[in-house]
């Protein structure tokens, strides 16, 4: 019941266990029917239901400032860098060199290197 309807609630679990048997005559659900909503929880936390259903749940979106992409404000001051990447293509099904260029805004140092 969990999976066909998505691991609704312990008491809309338990009125279909009980409509299955009750109005279906489905032998399957008379013993299941006739328990608690909280016992369904309890059975919810056992380690048999997790080895035999597993459920996940979808990321989910949070904002977040890291990676903003703008333009940096330094006001005159050293420390305000700008990183660039450039990927150099595959070889063979094998991922090929990375080029990373970091360059400070005010001063104008800049680093560069190639990882794999």
Do not use: W
């Not at 749940?57 to 333009?71: L, M, P, Q, V, W």
Request: proline share 3%.
């Amino acid at each position: 019941m969990d999976e066909l309807y998505d691991t609704s609630c312990g008491h809309t679990i338990k009125k279909l266990c009980e409509r299955a048997y009750v109005v279906f005559n489905d032998v399957r659900f008379e013993q299941i029917s006739q328990i608690s909503v909280s016992h369904f929880y309890n059975l919810r936390k056992s380690k048999t239901y997790s080895r035999v259903r597993q459920h996940f749940e979808k990321t989910k979106y949070k904002a977040s400032s890291i990676g903003e992409r703008r333009k940096p404000n330094p006001k005159g001051q050293p420390g305000h860098i700008r990183i660039d990447t450039v990927h150099q293509g595959d070889l063979d099904k094998k991922k090929g060199v990375y080029h990373v260029n970091a360059v400070d805004e005010v001063t104008q140092f800049e680093v560069v290197c190639t990882v794999e």
